[in-house]
């Protein structure tokens, strides 16, 4: 288990903008999800897709959102290389920029320690390249 803090990234975009992308499916893709399927749990959004891992193979994933417009949200990881992950995505307004920080425990039934944490934040830096390409194109 590793607590990651992920602060200091800003989207070049005001914190509206950002969050019109959270809450827009058509918009807010992400290449990286092979064949995203998007359910609703309740009051939760809840997405499934497949990852392509470093040794070449897919790993299936599942992840419940918990929205808190316009602060942020949290995310479950249900299923996956970081089952039992918790976290907490929070924006902090900067004109027209938006700060982002992550914060949370991620377990795994497949990586330990170092792995863990490179994983994490490999997975990090590729959300936050993709949503800043989605942002590009809204």
Same mark, same amino acid.
């Given at each position: 288990?590793?607590?990651?803090?992920?602060?200091?990234?800003?989207?070049?975009?005001?914190?509206?903008?950002?969050?019109?992308?959270?809450?827009?499916?058509?918009?807010?893709?992400?290449?990286?999800?092979?064949?995203?399927?998007?359910?609703?749990?309740?009051?939760?959004?809840?997405?499934?897709?497949?990852?392509?891992?470093?040794?070449?193979?897919?790993?299936?994933?599942?992840?419940?959102?918990?929205?808190?417009?316009?602060?942020?949200?949290?995310?479950?990881?249900?299923?996956? &290389?970081?089952?039992?992950?918790?976290?907490?995505?929070?924006?902090?307004?900067?004109?027209?920029?938006?700060?982002?920080?992550?914060?949370?425990?991620?377990?795994? &039934?497949?990586?330990?320690?170092?792995?863990?944490?490179?994983?994490?934040?490999?997975?990090?830096?590729?959300?936050?390249?993709?949503?800043?390409?989605?942002?590009?194109?809204?």
């Amino acid at each position: 288990m590793v607590f990651i803090i992920d602060e200091g990234s800003s989207f070049k975009a005001p914190m509206s903008k950002v969050w019109q992308l959270v809450q827009s499916p058509q918009e807010h893709l992400h290449p990286s999800q092979i064949n995203p399927q998007f359910s609703m749990d309740g009051e939760h959004p809840t997405v499934s897709f497949d990852v392509k891992m470093q040794d070449g193979k897919q790993a299936h994933n599942k992840i419940r959102m918990t929205l808190f417009p316009p602060v942020g949200f949290s995310l479950e990881y249900l299923e996956g &290389p970081f089952a039992g992950s918790r976290s907490v995505n929070y924006y902090t307004p900067k004109g027209n920029e938006t700060g982002v920080t992550v914060v949370g425990e991620f377990t795994s &039934p497949m990586l330990s320690g170092e792995q863990l944490k490179q994983g994490v934040m490999m997975s990090l830096e590729t959300a936050f390249k993709e949503d800043s390409e989605n942002l590009k194109r809204m």
